[in-house]
């Protein structure tokens, strides 16, 4: 009953569930929903997952909490797949708290030191930040269906139905589009709520790869893709011009890009692509290319988990666990051959060199971008792809080439290993660290040829793209050697000169230090835009700080003020009561006004042990007020 | 069983008076013996407390079962009427239960041990007793009088706790007490008002739960309905306690002994938002509708301003004390709505906030037990420390931070939800607006409870405590919190358990409202 249009039996969603709560006389549902792109999704996680777990091995062997890494990386895996397979929004929400849980778990897995704690609750609270647009627009999701059906639901396919009806409002397909979008820009590192991702860097390494890289931070982009109709619809992503889903996607791009230039450690930069990489998803989804967009989620988790697990590598094997490019590593060439060319692949894969993975997927984001309305995204694109050229051949000349720079020992997270095996120099990384890279970078090599239209294979729009409850207007686009050309050139450009700058050092060298205007613009990128100024200082400061403190105040001095007030009024009613009315009105009149000082002064002390008189008095005098009152109201 | 189903819930409520009684009788200083009374008294309460839930008909949650209706007060037509359903069973059940696990906790946590002021269990049971009492889905309002008994209370914090247990004892009653009497002028009110049924109650003038909200306020003007309505909101509010009249909570909490902060937050707080969805909401459907905005408002000011105050404090025990002003926030939004979801993710959230406050202000308890403070600036290291406490603190603040999977969660999310979509005449826009803000609350919450995480648990071991003598988690500990943590997960991955149990009664009282407020 929830599938009314039928095509092709092959794709058909396989759907199973089981009441899982039950609220206002209706059952919602737990369930699992498997079509392509939830497997294309089992496939990345599941496999990366594997890598990562037999990479940690040798990576986090002496670990001081090897358990809890292993038992945190697991249920990341079973949480991501949760997340992966729901089949309604909330279970999708369940799983999405979960990986958050497990990515501030590992990110502090170091939490001695306060830098790594620190760094696991700003995660924490980022995406938090943006999960106010998930709860909201989970809920609004509900909403959509109701309207549409009259009966609410969380049911992914009743959601995508329901927003392609036609019957919904728009502004209520707006509000829930932008609301998830939200979400879509605190899980997936877009700005302006990206500057956790960096900082998230902080825990292991092979973590990087597996959350931070490869699947937690897809998840917004897999919401994304999962909602696409919500988001077809609401955000009128057919219609061309401009959206907010192409525009934060489009300014992630060159933002993070911007960032890795000034970055010296490799694991920021490589960070700061990611957040990058991501904006080309997100734009890809603004724009309406759709498969582009999930296509390039699947390649970027082998290329990007290929560079970081080789980051790692470097820093285990050649420079001491630090990951300072400048400072410990240099010419690591010679030392680390496979590292070595398992990261340039991985390199290539990412800059959209021809015939590798990036190159496939990229491109057609930008071809689908030129052939819809969006003609200005594909230029953000390609000047995107100018930048990562540029920012990872900078990476590698200074981790790979020029002089060793590494010295003694560097303390870092996990310097027991370093002390243990008595490294004397850089050397090569063991199999166990090594054979995950080659597989990587295999999959780097290879996962772009699932679609490459220009030799007429589409096996992944045929595999993977919905057929039901789908937009039906979406843009496929021809392959053209054009576009293809441009692509190449720009990405050469890129290369080139990165290359001339440092290779033959035939650019100009250290501008910043001579062009004021030059100089500004590196200290607002290595300030990060001053964002992290804003959250940390601005936002969670004030709130941390004056606000919560003069809440506080009002607390302490305002209503219990009042209260005590009260109390010290009762407290001098009642006084007055007994020793002005009573004793001197009342008894005065009897016994005349030869009363000792020292009564009223014991009966004073009386009053003065034990309140409850006043509470009585008050009470009465309320008692009586109240009554008075529903009598006059009568 | 017939003994049972009339006898069933008489039990559960006088059999900790009992035990009350023969504690008592026992000397103080046999210790043994005090410990042993406490534990059986409880450990039957609870027996019976199962078997009223094993006999429960879970198919008709919205009929009135295990019912006793017999004549008390003929003159005012007041009865003994006790009864149980899906709305009351959930924390009939959660009384017993906790009561049980904070004489198993108190077996090794004897406050100031031999301490000739230490009664610690004296007022415990009877004060189990009293909730049960209003928590009978058709109990007498008079037998309000008997909760609202300010001795155990006050002697509770007064004989045990802080420094400033005075002041904090005081403050307690004198709210309570205020609201009390508000409370029990609109009884009185109904009672002559309102016009029941004379075949269900006997007379025209009834203090029957069930007879005066089967009339629903028939025969009351609308400003009488007002006013009565808010003299039972106030003596509502002030229990559950919304902003702003919480300040007694934070100051009960910081000075009482560990127990009675668990036995206040998880069981005592309960009675006022229990009162709204029990009495005030159907009793008064059309007063609680035009009232509805300002307690919504109320709600989310709760929610905001508890978390502030969660973030500037410094002491641990007072921080957990203010995150309940936020999670009863929550639970107060839901009621707001007077939509079916909105109240059954109210009594799921009281579940929830029961158990997960409770197992914090224990953890704060053990913590205080080995370090003697609770003062941030002291802290850190926990986990270097006492890892498994460290992280079972953890994992309480996830909980209580609403992290689905964990009961938390299903008392937070329905009644955000709910806020969407009002029951019909209130206002859209304004409980959309209560709404986003109840959302943004959920980030504070994630903020002070992860930052109280970071303070206590992370990090290393201050100097002064690097050689303190640290027992981690105990047996009599793990004994008193396994159930507890087990409940948090099992309610948390199959919410149904508890959803379904609430659903019917509360789908039947949404409906009688609605039929009077129109839909």
Redesign the interface.
């Known amino acids: 009953m929830r599938l009314p249009t039928r095509r092709s039996p092959a794709v058909q969603p396989v759907l199973h569930g089981a009441t899982w709560w039950t609220n206002g006389g209706f059952d919602l549902r737990v369930g699992v929903q498997i079509d392509g792109l939830a497997v294309m999704m089992m496939f990345v996680v599941t496999t990366i997952s594997l890598l990562v777990h037999v990479y940690s091995t040798e990576y986090m062997r002496d670990d001081r909490r090897y358990t809890h890494y292993f038992a945190a990386l697991n249920l990341f895996t079973a949480s991501m797949l949760l997340l992966v397979v729901a089949d309604n929004t909330l279970q999708l929400l369940v799983g999405w708290e979960l990986v958050g849980l497990c990515s501030f778990l590992l990110i502090g897995h170091w939490w001695e030191e306060k830098p790594n704690g620190d760094a696991a609750l700003k995660a924490f609270f980022t995406t938090r930040t943006g999960d106010i647009g998930l709860l909201t627009g989970v809920i609004m999701t509900f909403f959509v269906v109701e309207r549409a059906t009259g009966q609410g639901s969380f049911d992914i396919m009743a959601v995508n139905e329901a927003a392609l009806s036609g019957k919904v409002g728009h502004t209520l397909l707006m509000m829930t589009a932008l609301a998830l979008l939200l979400a879509i820009i605190g899980k997936s590192g877009q700005f302006p709520l990206h500057t956790w991702l960096p900082d998230a860097m902080a825990g292991p390494t092979p973590v990087s790869a597996l959350i931070h890289a490869a699947t937690m931070v897809v998840a917004g982009v897999y919401l994304g893709a999962r909602l696409y109709p919500v988001f077809y619809e609401g955000l009128n992503i057919g219609g061309g011009g401009i959206n907010a889903m192409a525009a934060i996607g489009g300014t992630t791009v060159i933002i993070g890009a911007a960032l890795a230039f000034v970055q010296d450690d490799i694991k920021k930069v490589l960070a700061y692509s990611t957040i990058s990489q991501l904006g080309y998803m997100v734009m890809g989804l603004g724009v309406g290319a759709w498969t582009a967009a999930t296509f390039h989620l699947f390649t970027h988790a082998f290329f990007k988990a290929n560079l970081f697990l080789g980051s790692g590598s470097v820093a285990h094997s050649g420079s001491h666990h630090s990951f300072d490019m400048k400072k410990s590593m240099g010419g690591l060439k010679k030392y680390m051959p496979q590292t070595y060319w398992t990261f340039v692949i991985g390199t290539l894969a990412l800059t959209g060199f021809p015939m590798l993975a990036g190159f496939f997927s990229k491109d057609e984001i930008l071809a689908t971008a030129g052939e819809s309305d969006y003609q200005f995204f594909k230029y953000v694109g390609l000047a995107g792809a100018v930048m990562t050229a540029a920012y990872m051949v900078r990476c590698i000349y200074l981790t790979f080439f020029g002089e060793y720079r590494g010295g003694q020992p560097d303390v870092h997270g996990d310097d027991a290993h370093a002390v243990e095996h008595g490294h004397d120099g850089p050397h090569e990384s063991p199999r166990l660290i090594t054979g995950p890279l080659w597989v990587l970078s295999g999959f780097s090599i290879l996962a772009g040829y699932l679609n490459a239209p220009a030799f007429g294979i589409e096996k992944f729009k045929e595999w993977f793209e919905p057929r039901v409850a789908f937009p039906e207007t979406l843009i496929h686009p021809e392959f053209k050697m054009a576009d293809a050309a441009t692509a190449v050139v720009v990405v050469l450009i890129g290369y080139a000169l990165a290359y001339a700058y440092y290779w033959p050092k035939v650019l100009p060298q250290n501008l910043s230090e001579r062009n004021g205007l030059a100089r500004a613009g590196k200290t607002f990128l290595v300030n990060k835009y001053y964002l992290d100024h804003l959250y940390t200082n601005v936002v969670v400061g004030g709130i941390k700080g004056p606000v919560a403190r003069a809440a506080y105040w009002v607390n302490q001095n305002v209503i219990d003020g009042v209260l005590n007030g009260v109390g010290r009024g009762a407290r001098v009613a009642g006084k007055f009561t007994y020793a002005v009315i009573d004793q001197k009105g009342v008894d005065g009149a009897i016994n005349g006004i030869a009363v000792g000082t020292g009564e009223i002064g014991d009966a004073t002390r009386k009053l003065q042990t034990g309140r409850l008189q006043f509470y009585a008095l008050m009470l009465f005098i309320c008692v009586g007020l109240f009554g008075l009152a529903l009598w006059l109201g009568h | 069983m017939d003994w049972f189903d009339s006898w069933g819930l008489t039990l559960v409520v006088f059999l900790p008076v009992v035990g009350m009684a023969l504690v008592l009788l026992t000397p103080r200083d046999d210790e043994r013996s005090l410990k042993g009374i406490a534990l059986a008294t409880t450990l039957a309460t609870l027996g019976v407390a199962v078997g009223v839930l094993a006999k429960f008909d879970y198919d008709a949650t919205s009929k009135l079962q295990f019912e006793v209706n017999k004549s008390w007060i003929e003159v005012i037509n007041s009865n003994y009427h006790v009864a149980v359903d899906g709305i009351s069973l959930p924390l009939l059940a959660l009384s017993a239960f906790i009561s049980v696990l904070c004489v198993v906790y108190s077996w090794n946590h004897w406050p100031e041990p031999h301490n000739p002021e230490g009664l610690p269990r004296v007022d415990s049971p009877a004060r189990d007793g009293d909730e049960r009492h209003v928590r009978r889905a058709g109990p007498d309002p008079l037998l309000h009088l008997l909760r609202d008994r300010p001795a155990p209370d006050v002697l509770h914090d007064r004989r045990l706790g802080g420094p400033n247990r005075e002041y904090a004892s005081?403050?307690f009653?004198?709210f309570t007490?205020?609201g009390s009497?508000?409370m029990?002028?609109g009884f009185l009110?109904l009672y002559f008002?309102v016009d029941v049924d004379p075949s269900m109650a006997g007379m025209q003038h009834s203090f029957d739960i069930v007879a005066l909200a089967a009339a629903g306020g028939s025969g009351l003007?609308h400003?009488?309905q007002l006013?009565?309505f808010g003299?039972l909101f106030l003596g509502f509010a002030i229990k559950v306690p919304m902003f702003?009249f919480h300040?007694w909570l934070p100051d009960a909490h910081t000075e009482a002994p560990t127990v009675g902060s668990v036995l206040l937050a998880a069981i005592l707080l309960k009675l006022g938002t229990y009162g709204f969805v029990r009495i005030a909401l159907p009793i008064l459907p059309e007063a609680a509708k035009s009232w509805a905005w300002f307690i919504g408002l109320l709600s989310v000011i709760g929610i905001i301003?508890g978390a502030?105050?969660?973030?500037?404090?410094t002491d641990m025990k007072r921080l957990i004390a203010f995150s309940s002003v936020a999670h009863m926030g929550f639970v107060m939004l839901g009621i707001s709505t007077m939509?079916?979801?909105g109240i059954?993710?109210a009594i799921f959230g009281m579940v929830a906030h029961g158990l997960i406050t409770g197992m914090l202000f224990f953890v704060a308890g053990s913590i205080q037990h080995n370090l003697h403070t609770r003062e941030f600036s002291r802290l850190g290291?926990l986990?270097?420390q006492a890892p498994r406490m460290g992280w079972i603190l953890g994992f309480c603040a996830?909980a209580s931070l609403g992290?689905?999977?964990l009961a938390g969660?299903?008392g937070e999310?329905?009644a955000?939800?709910s806020a969407?979509?009002p029951a019909n005449g209130l206002s859209e826009v304004t409980f959309r607006t209560y709404?986003?803000i109840a959302?943004?609350g959920?980030?504070?919450a994630?903020?002070y409870l992860?930052?109280m995480l970071?303070r206590v648990?992370?990090?290393?071991v201050k100097d002064e405590f690097k050689d303190a003598d640290i027992h981690d988690v105990s047996t009599t500990e793990w004994i008193a919190w396994t159930p507890i943590l087990v409940l948090i997960v099992v309610l948390g991955v199959?919410?149904?358990l508890l959803?379904?149990i609430t659903?019917g009664a509360v789908?039947q009282m949404t409906d009688a409202m609605t039929k009077v407020i129109g839909g």
């Open positions: 005081i403050k009653f004198l007490l205020f009497a508000l029990l002028l009110a008002k003007v400003g009488t006013l009565i003299g702003p300040t301003y502030l105050g969660c973030l500037a404090q939509t079916d979801f059954n993710a290291g986990l270097l996830m992290l689905p999977g969660f299903w999310f329905p955000i939800m969407f979509s709404m986003v959302a943004v959920t980030v504070l994630a903020g992860l930052w970071q648990a992370f990090g290393t199959y919410p149904n959803f379904k659903d789908v």
